[in-house]
């Protein structure tokens, strides 16, 4: 089972999301625990602080030091080898999240997320508490909670047994650092659009063929960042017909 807690001051945003669909399911099964905590629970002042100007000027607040570490060692321990999870801060300074890196995580035992807030995190919070940071794309949010909440989400649709197919998560885009390609199902012609005779061909290699091809293509234009050389190269020289 995986276990994941969340450390945020807006603990209300999310039990929409991680009671529907297969986030629900996969609680229900008791193949995932998702519990969220409200980081105010560990402040120590009579407002329940958490953040305070900036040393150096400039607009905005920073997320303090207390009460996010002491909040994050109760979860997850104090930094080291020793530690009993995973902490992830999400944040745009973080490394892009790719699927591959969705996989590995979903091996991990127990994962703590840390939303942050305002213009940022106490550098010294990242330092001594956080093991990585996560970025979920080069835009800006109001705070981490919905970058949590993509993270989650990708990660339960891996575990064994959320998922009606189990292919649905391995096949996906990404796989093999590819996008898909295009899908098509009923009416076999809509508007004057027919389904491509080679997915009604009922010749499984040829789609199969067909269908890769599409992805490589779609990947080439939309994201060459993602497509691995070798592959690139191997592919290019293969003509599959059947458009």
Not at 12 to 37: M, N, Q, S, T, Y
Not at 53 to 69: K, N, Q
């Amino acid at each position: 089972m995986l276990e994941i807690d969340v450390l945020t001051i807006f603990p209300e945003l999310f039990p929409p999301v991680l009671d529907a669909a297969f986030v629900g399911i996969a609680r229900d099964k008791g193949l995932a625990r998702i519990d969220v905590h409200d980081l105010r629970d560990w402040a120590t002042d009579r407002h329940r602080s958490v953040d305070d100007a900036p040393y150096g000027g400039g607009p905005g607040m920073v997320m303090t030091p207390e009460p996010l570490i002491p909040a994050i060692e109760a979860l997850a321990g104090e930094k080291g080898p020793a530690r009993a999870a995973h902490v992830i801060a999400l944040s745009p300074q973080g490394r892009p999240l790719r699927q591959a890196r969705l996989e590995e995580l979903a091996a991990e035992a127990h994962l703590v997320l840390v939303c942050g807030r305002y213009e940022g995190i106490d550098q010294r919070v990242l330092d001594l508490a956080v093991d990585e940071e996560l970025s979920i794309g080069d835009y800006v949010l109001s705070g981490g909670e919905v970058p949590a909440m993509v993270l989650v989400e990708g990660l339960v649709r891996l575990l064994p047994g959320v998922l009606g197919n189990p292919e649905s998560a391995l096949r996906d885009s990404f796989f093999e650092d590819l996008l898909e390609g295009p899908h098509y199902t009923r009416p076999p012609v809509y508007r004057g659009q027919s389904v491509p005779e080679v997915l009604r061909s009922g010749d499984h290699a040829v789609i199969a063929r067909w269908r890769r091809q599409r992805a490589l293509e779609r990947t080439r234009e939309r994201r060459p960042d993602l497509l691995p050389g070798d592959i690139d190269r191997k592919d290019r020289a293969e003509d599959v017909e059947g458009d």
